[in-house]
């Protein structure tokens, strides 16, 4: 099964900016994540998103980060007003019929 | 939540030799997944495998979910075989549950 494609793969950014990471499934499915990872650390799980709504979160899935699918179609992860701790890759990932498969990535690096 | 670990946390292998990476969790599991991450950073699912084996090329992999753990064989290594692999797993209580990855095993193949 064909993976999910997130934009952009780098984006670089200035401290107190608001950056929005998007991940474009190839074909209509409806259970998303976001995880993220930072440089030389393990993989995070950030927030789920099934059917248009958050299903489950973390405890780093603070008041700074929204999702949404604003077209039915791409599916986003907005960080509003970014932080340097925020440097890290951003993955999307889908649900299969049993696994998830991850996208490429965004890495975020805040300035 | 569940505690995912990864042993051994490095592995420096000659081209050639084999190696054995190995996955402990802490709870019952219906989805587990070993990865890949390329140099460039992406996820690549390598195998889904909550319990049984499963081989794929030089790779195969058992998971012994009674007992709680997997590992993942790599055979005949080679330098593209370089990278970190991470073992994720998802609780039995999680239907569609968020992936919670190990730190990880980084490996590296020498020519």
């Known amino acids: 099964e064909p993976e999910v494609t997130q934009t952009p793969s780098h984006q670089v950014t200035q401290m107190g900016q608001e950056v929005i990471l998007r991940c474009v499934p190839i074909s209509n499915h409806l259970y998303f994540y976001w995880y993220r990872q930072i440089l030389g650390q393990k993989v995070e799980f950030l927030v789920s998103?099934?059917?248009?709504?958050?299903?489950?979160k973390s405890e780093i899935f603070d008041d700074q980060f929204s999702v949404e699918r604003p077209d039915g179609s791409n599916f986003t992860l907005k960080i509003r007003s970014t932080k340097l701790e925020d440097s890290a890759m951003y993955f999307c990932a889908r649900a299969g019929v049993y696994e998830q498969y991850f996208g490429p990535g965004t890495r975020l690096t805040v300035t | 939540g569940i505690q995912v670990e990864q042993s051994p946390p490095d592995l420096i292998l000659q081209e050639g030799a084999n190696s054995t990476l190995r996955c402990n969790f802490s709870?019952?599991?219906?989805?587990l997944q070993w990865f890949h991450q390329n140099p460039w950073g992406q996820l690549i699912n390598l195998f889904y495998i909550p319990s049984g084996t499963k081989q794929n090329g030089r790779l195969s992999a058992t998971t012994v979910a009674t007992e709680r753990y997997s590992l993942l064989y790599i055979s005949s290594s080679q330098t593209t075989d370089s990278g970190v692999y991470f073992c994720a797993v998802a609780p039995s209580t999680d239907s569609w549950g968020k992936l919670q990855f190990g730190a990880g095993t980084q490996v590296v193949v020498t020519p």
């Open positions: 709870d019952s599991v219906n989805n």
């Open positions: 998103f099934y059917n248009n709504e958050i299903s489950e």
